[in-house]
């Protein structure tokens, strides 16, 4: 169940999350979140199924953050529900790390994946969320890059660790360089928008600060080192809207590339 108000269950993700809200006979409109992913799990598999739909939810949680929203929020504590003869029971959960592990890096069951892409493909109306959705299905470094967000989002102190990670990652897949300030394209990097190149240039700029104990003190990648703080500290919210920038950028490249369309950046 999602801490959100009736009108969210509106929000359509395509066939890969399902989103309503309980019964209005009786005035339950708290919004729940489910997946074909888990569905297809059998109700021997309670902390696989747990451990996989907590996934899925924080990579809704950060494309709902990728659209100008703040991240998702339980309804109480995470809970799983098997529908049968009109009943609901709540299959057992014995906390696994390997198991959460193996469902942090997918989530998604490639016993469903295909039928539910084909549906995806001859959807009429296709949107900027529902092919986030998809590339985060299809696309690893997609899906680490959400997950990052997400739990930067959730823990102030992963925040500015996390977006480095994010910075570094995209760069290391645009195969981009970095030279006094500037990003760098090389031979091998793709055809790639200037509004992408000014994002990560920006988040070039806070790179000494996110590294600099000096500078981001708690909160910095680094340990005590030489590293000073820039001569400009950035607010956190600066560095987040500079983040969330990026990220919009480089998915809409990545939905021309996959989808053969592009959006205008939120």
Not at 94 to 121: A, G, H, M, Q, R
Not at 233 to 244: A, D, F, G, H, K
Request: aromatic letters at 8%; a negative charge.
């Amino acid at each position: 169940m999602i801490h959100e108000n009736p009108g969210f269950v509106n929000w359509d993700l395509g066939h890969h999350v399902n989103l309503w809200h309980g019964d209005e006979e009786f005035s339950d409109l708290t919004p729940r979140m489910s997946s074909p992913h888990v569905d297809i799990l059998n109700e021997t598999e309670g902390s696989r199924a747990n451990s996989r739909i907590n996934t899925i939810l924080r990579l809704i949680s950060a494309i709902n953050v990728l659209r100008g929203y703040n991240r998702l929020y339980l309804n109480g504590d995470l809970r799983l529900n098997n529908y049968g003869n009109d009943t609901y029971r709540c299959p057992r959960i014995d906390l696994n790390k390997d198991i959460e592990f193996e469902e942090l890096i997918n989530p998604f069951d490639n016993s469903v994946t295909e039928e539910l892409e084909i549906k995806s493909e001859a959807d009429p109306s296709p949107n900027r969320d529902k092919d986030y959705v998809r590339l985060a299905v299809n696309d690893s470094l997609v899906r680490e890059v959400l997950l990052l967000l997400h739990l930067g989002e959730e823990d102030t102190l992963y925040f500015l660790v996390n977006t480095y990670k994010i910075f570094e990652n995209i760069m290391d897949e645009l195969d981009l360089g970095k030279s006094n300030g500037s990003i760098l394209k090389r031979d091998s990097t793709p055809q790639i928008s200037d509004e992408l190149v000014n994002a990560l240039e920006k988040m070039l700029s806070y790179t000494q600060y996110i590294n600099s104990k000096k500078g981001a003190g708690l909160l910095a990648r680094h340990g005590a080192g030489p590293t000073p703080a820039p001569r400009n500290i950035p607010t956190l919210q600066e560095v987040r809207t500079s983040l969330i920038r990026a990220i919009n950028e480089w998915l809409n490249y990545k939905c021309s590339i996959a989808f053969g369309r592009s959006y205008r950046t939120r």
